[in-house]
């Protein structure tokens, strides 16, 4: 079946731009991830859901950064006003979310702001 | 939150030596040790994982070990191949939600 989907693969923008960041999860996953990777760095956790509801916001790194996901599906990242240290790559992951499972990753979008 | 250590973080090996990563974790109630791969330019992967009731799962040449007494779980690579160069990330999770904590990374390097 079909992966975890993100749009867009690529997306540079200039700095104090706002960019919207989407995941499709695997169908039926209820929990949803997203992660920042610098590069040659790890994994930095930014948000979860767990369907609709977002029960840890902790690793959202400004008040500039916001997460939203309707209908237990489709997750949007969205970052207002950019600046140069939110490039990085962002990616999604899915998992079944009945316990602690295998997330299934997304390949990720690179944001560059310029 | 957990407090997660990977060591080491750089490892370097001979084509067919064995490859040994350590994964220290803090939160005693997690249950579920995975470990990841992500080669160059790709995404993270599932390689193997292990829950609270068991010791040891393997998987062809790649195994992981698990003392939750002593809260460390480790990947154990042998007959290390070229395609085993990439960087490896444990996550363990499991104790009040469904989030992952994953550590920094460590880049493994197979020399032919």
């Known amino acids: 079946g079909a992966g975890v989907s993100q749009s867009p693969s690529n997306k540079v923008t200039e700095k104090g731009k706002d960019v919207e960041l989407r995941c499709d999860p695997i169908?039926?996953?209820?929990?949803l991830y997203w992660y920042r990777q610098s590069l040659g760095q790890g994994l930095e956790f930014l948000i979860y859901f767990q369907g609709n509801s977002a029960p840890d916001k902790s690793g959202l790194p400004s008040d500039r950064f916001s997460a939203e996901r309707t209908g237990g599906s489709v997750s949007t990242l969205t970052i207002q006003r950019t600046q140069q240290e939110d490039s990085a790559v962002y990616l999604c992951?899915?998992?079944?979310?009945?316990?602690?499972?295998?997330?299934?990753f997304g390949p990720g979008t690179r944001l560059t702001v310029l | 939150g957990e407090n997660v250590e990977q060591h080491p973080s750089t490892l370097s090996v001979q084509e067919g030596d064995s490859a040994v990563i350590k994964c220290t974790y803090s939160?005693?109630?997690?249950?579920?040790f995975p470990w990841y791969k992500q080669e160059l330019g790709k995404r993270p992967q599932l390689i193997i994982d292990i829950r609270s009731n068991v010791g040891e799962k393997k998987d062809q040449r790649i195994a992981v070990t698990l003392n939750k007494t002593a809260k460390h779980f480790s990947l154990h690579i042998t007959e290390t191949q070229p395609e085993d160069s990439a960087v490896y990330f444990c996550?363990?999770?499991?104790?009040?939600?469904?989030?992952?904590?994953f550590g920094a990374g460590t880049t493994v390097t197979v020399r032919a």
């Open positions: 169908s039926g996953h209820t929990a």
């Open positions: 992951a899915s998992s079944p979310g009945l316990v602690a499972d295998t997330q299934y």
């Open positions: 939160d005693s109630a997690s249950n579920y």
């Open positions: 996550a363990p999770g499991g104790s009040n939600d469904y989030k992952l904590s």
